[in-house]
């Protein structure tokens, strides 16, 4: 059975648990820059270039990515967030996209493989793929609406050389996580679908939106059911949210979006909001009850944790999931939906 048949049967079956947060977990470790740089030859400050540890301090994300897989992960994520040659050149590291990426990918694989070994139930990789920082959608010129940094084609091709090694490395899905700009994401979902088509294999999509505001939209003002008929398209394995808020803030943005979605939800939330300093302060067992609220309404097949969780956390998620019932995946009628900054749905 291929890895889109067994993960849908199963979060069908029962909610799925995804992994937590890896800022926060590197932190942890209090890394000089000489840890993230090792024995590269680097022009620039490597410092909180987290990408960078997959190649040289293997052995700190190898023991990030087991911990979530101990405390109850099903599915983990590659170390790959800002694994782009645009988020890259922020330290002079472009020549290195390609290996990251599938060195990033064969140790999570790895790690999920050896914790499959142990127990004999199926672990699965996904390949994070970020949002960059760079838009298509708007202007970083406030005095000329027009202008963008970079066009359709050139992120395309950014976004494949991303794919194409992930791929290469082993991942099962490709999640483009944290978006907010839906023309980026739909930009990462061609290039997703050509790598996948080019490497003979079935990739699934797994998308990822993030809110900016309550009233639910992300950057590129899109509100959650507007982004889903901007990228129903794409057939994506998993629509979902992440990161933007705590699970209480997020619910009943996640609510509006179970609604209308007909696939598989997965959603990740932060650990409440950060303090005065950054920080989060949700404890592991509040994110867990506030969680539960969600498996109460049904709205969710996948679940785990964002910014400022941690092993704790997905340990506590995983607690609470346990014998709950996921959601059920609703029927979509015919109907013609179109996408501005608000959905347009004109039933058959």
Not at 11 to 26: E, N, P, R, S
Not at 54 to 62: E, F, K, M, N, Q
Not at 112 to 117: S, Y
Not at 252 to 263: E, G, S
Request: charged share 20%.
């Amino acid at each position: 059975m291929n890895a889109r048949q067994e993960f849908t049967e199963r979060a069908l079956k029962q909610i799925m648990v995804f992994d937590g947060g890896y800022g926060t977990a590197i932190q942890a470790y209090k890394l000089s820059e000489a840890d993230y740089r090792g024995t590269l030859d680097l022009p620039m400050d490597q410092k909180g270039n987290n990408d960078l540890l997959s190649l040289t301090r293997p052995d700190v994300i190898g023991a990030i990515h087991s911990a979530y897989l101990e405390a109850g992960a099903d599915l983990i994520e590659t170390n790959t967030f800002s694994g782009t040659k645009i988020s890259m050149a922020d330290y002079g590291c472009e020549h290195l996209v390609r290996e990251l990426n599938v060195e990033s990918a064969k140790l999570a694989r790895k790690c999920a493989d050896a914790a499959e070994a142990k127990d004999g139930k199926r672990r699965f990789v996904a390949g994070s793929i970020g949002p960059t920082n760079k838009t298509l959608s708007l202007s970083p010129d406030v005095n000329d609406p027009g202008y963008r940094e970079i066009d359709f084609d050139y992120l395309k091709d950014v976004y494949r050389e991303q794919c194409d090694a992930l791929i290469d490395g082993g991942v099962d899905f490709l999640l483009i996580e944290t978006i907010f700009d839906t023309l980026n994401a739909k930009c990462a979902a061609m290039a997703a679908a050509e790598s996948a088509a080019a490497s003979g294999r079935d990739v699934p999509l797994m998308i990822s939106m993030t809110i900016t505001d309550m009233a639910g939209r992300n950057l590129s003002g899109h509100t959650v059911e507007a982004f889903w008929a901007a990228i129903r398209h794409t057939k994506p394995l998993t629509m979902g949210l992440n990161c933007s808020f705590g699970a209480d803030l997020l619910r009943p943005h996640l609510a509006a979006l179970a609604k209308q979605a007909d696939t598989l939800i997965m959603a990740y939330p932060n650990a409440g909001l950060p303090n005065d300093l950054g920080e989060y302060d949700e404890l592991p067992q509040q994110t867990a009850q506030l969680i539960e609220a969600w498996l109460d309404d049904g709205l969710v097949n996948v679940v785990g944790g964002c910014c400022g969780t941690t092993p704790a956390h997905i340990a506590a998620i995983a607690g609470a999931v346990k014998g709950r019932p996921p959601r059920t995946i609703p029927k979509a009628g015919v109907a013609t939906r179109l996408a501005g900054l608000e959905p347009f749905i004109m039933a058959a």
